[in-house]
């Protein structure tokens, strides 16, 4: 039987509210002023995904105020409709996601920017950016700027998910960003789908799950010469906390949505 509570309970409890605080009305301090005041809106298709949002958003917008919405009802509807050959996501997902935004943009005086979280869920980016265009308010998806990176380094792409919902959307947002780019023609992609290591992931054994990825890659490279490796989920972004220099370990380019979706949300931020 899977053990919930195998670990330091008050040591788990004091880092997370280290890192997340309580919410506070004020703003947080930063050494970046340009940032400051600063909020954000992260609309999010399960609440266990927020610890990664809060991680990666610290990193990269020290100061700025994290607002997440989402909950897992959302994953579990677009899991069963994927697992039943529904639409996927479903388009009840796609209004929840929207409402989500609205929310954000109408509490508390809105936010500056507003990121969907799920790279499954890309496909609503039109119906949100829609739902918020009253308010005024720039919207991405975090796999946007990831597949925007991945298009500019070319090459042979090695795209790894570790849940399927996540491939076909993924696929398709790299192929509808070369064109855009006017790359399609020279766009060469493979994938891969690693489902033990988010087994692995909802037993808190992230090592693990870091190292099937690091042994999806070499088997890949093995087999063909890959210019760069595209993790898909905003929850695999965690291998670089094993592998921090992926060019020094496997001599190309690993991106991830971690980085490449929080630090254009600065960008978006600083050019305000």
């Not at 891969?192 to 054994?205: D, K, N, Q």
């Not at 490279?221 to 094993?242: G, H, N, P, R, T």
Request: proline share 4%; net charge negative.
């Amino acid at each position: 039987m899977k053990s919930y509570l195998d670990f330091n309970a008050l040591e788990m409890f004091e880092n997370y509210m280290k890192m997340v605080g309580t919410p506070l009305l004020s703003d947080e301090e930063t050494e970046e002023k340009r940032l400051y005041g600063k909020k954000i809106g992260l609309v999010n298709a399960a609440s266990w995904i927020q610890l990664w949002c809060y991680y990666f958003g610290r990193l990269h917008l020290p100061g700025v105020k994290l607002i997440n919405v989402g909950n897992e009802a959302v994953q579990l509807h677009f899991m069963k409709a994927f697992q039943q050959g529904e639409q996927c996501p479903p388009q009840r997902n796609i209004e929840i996601f929207s409402n989500y935004a609205t929310e954000v943009a109408e509490l508390n005086g809105g936010v500056d920017a507003i990121m969907v979280t799920c790279s499954t869920m890309n496909r609503s980016y039109p119906a949100v950016k829609k739902a918020v265009e009253p308010y005024g308010i720039p919207v991405i998806t975090i796999d946007q700027p990831l597949m925007e990176s991945a298009v500019r380094i070319g090459g042979k792409i090695l795209i790894i998910a570790t849940v399927q919902t996540t491939v076909d959307n993924t696929k398709k947002l790299l192929e509808e960003t070369a064109m855009a780019f006017g790359k399609s023609e020279s766009l060469e992609y493979s994938g891969a789908v690693v489902e033990e290591a988010f087994s692995l992931l909802g037993e808190g054994r992230i090592t693990d799950h870091n190292e099937l990825i690091a042994n999806e890659i070499r088997k890949a490279q093995e087999k063909d010469a890959i210019d760069q490796v595209v993790l898909a989920q905003l929850s695999m972004s965690v291998f670089k906390l094993s592998y921090p220099n992926p060019e020094s370990s496997f001599g190309i380019p690993v991106l991830t949505s971690g980085d490449e979706g929080f630090k254009k949300l600065k960008e978006i931020l600083l050019e305000q």
